[in-house]
């Protein structure tokens, strides 16, 4: 049987909070990966500096140290499968670095696939669906609690990668991303409040915005959202390597927020 491309994992029935964990997988199919040009070494090296390592351990760990249990929805697929939070068309500005809904090139803005692949097929086998079960879980939350709060879980390299639009800024060991009209000012807070121990806590820089279903997004303010960035060094050996002593504090960090943000 083939490994699922997402999977939503069940918190408690009256928790509001849905951690969202699109990048930590490393996992390609086979006829995906077909289409990436580059060798078996040079794709390692990529998924090293692409994936958001050992953040779907980190939501987990979290989960279970919040006093009521978040739900999650974690990409089981890495995003250079598609890449689940980009628009997938032409609102997208990271089309510019040839890095939409499907990435036609790396992190380093070496190819990574023909351009003139069609990226239809993508989309429709595993971005739609991605999207429409996220939509679904959210639904969910809103049904049973009249709210739903997505604290999406990401990471980032200390230093910037070539790829980054806005690299230039701040990088401080936590990012929070916003959106005007999902993020209320008390979450935004509460994020820095829990994060607190961790070092300082910056807003939209290098990385902004926030996911929401595209169904809510800038019409339902029941629907908040919180992308918490954590800088790599803080809690791993970059690029690839692995988890160290940080992860249990930003576990609990994470958690504190959870707990905030489900109230």
Known sequence: MSQPSFELLSGAAGSSVILHVPHSARTIPAGVRAG??????ALERELDHITDAHTAELAGAAAGLAGVTPWRFVNR????????ERFPDEREEMLAVGMGAVYTRTTHRGVLRDESADPGPLVERYFRPYARAMTEAVAGRLAATGRAVVIDVHSYPSRALPYELHGAGPRPPVCLGTDAFHTPAGLAEAARAAFAGCGETGLDSPFG??????????TDPRVEALMVEIRRDL?????????GPGADRLAAALAALVDAAGR
């Open 77 to 84: 697929l890495s995003r250079l499968v598609v890449d689940p």
């Open 235 to 243: 809690y791993m050996t970059e690029p690839g390597g692995p988890a």
């Open 209 to 218: 915005g926030a996911y929401v279903p595209l169904e809510f997004h800038g």
């Open 36 to 41: 990436i040009v580059l060798d078996d070494p």
